[in-house]
């Protein structure tokens, strides 16, 4: 938790944030240390969770990661009953008035830049990793909160 916190206030930016899911873990700590951030969790359908996961983690099998996917899902129902937060569904990000609610929800004093919503639509992006790469959550620095490896 120290290492999340240093990492967070040493930013320049003054808004900054981190979508990691391992950060479901930690949501009581961030709460406490971080107590006016928002949260928006990003709800998408089991398999297709575990599909993306499995093209991500290449190394894992089917069923271990249905259970930690399971586990996470559980955690975030826990973090929605506990704190205010913003669902939304994961193929709704691809429409620019679900970007703009989630916007407001985190920076209502910030206008919604619509020229580069339109700008960054047209773009198609692809996170490509070596599938023979060390596991990329060993190297995280939640590495030590997450089960199952």
């Not at 479901?24 to 969770?49: A, C, Q």
Request: include cysteine.
């Amino acid at each position: 938790m120290q290492d999340l916190k240093e990492l967070m206030q040493s930013h320049e930016a003054e808004h900054i944030g981190n979508a990691d899911p391992a950060l479901l873990y930690l949501m009581d700590d961030i709460k406490n240390i971080f107590p006016g951030s928002k949260v928006v969790l990003v709800e998408r359908e089991l398999h297709e969770t575990i599909d993306s996961f499995i093209d991500f983690y290449t190394s894992y099998e089917y069923k271990s990661i249905q259970e930690w996917i399971e586990s996470l899902f559980e955690i975030m129902e826990r973090i929605k009953q506990k704190y205010e937060v913003k669902a939304v569904a994961h193929d709704d990000l691809n429409h620019m008035e679900t970007c703009s609610e989630v916007w407001e929800y985190i920076l209502p004093e910030e206008p919604f830049d619509v020229k580069r919503w339109n700008l960054l639509d047209e773009l198609y992006i692809n996170k490509l990793i070596d599938k023979h790469s060390n596991h990329v959550m060993k190297k995280s620095i939640y590495h030590k909160y997450i089960k199952y490896y």
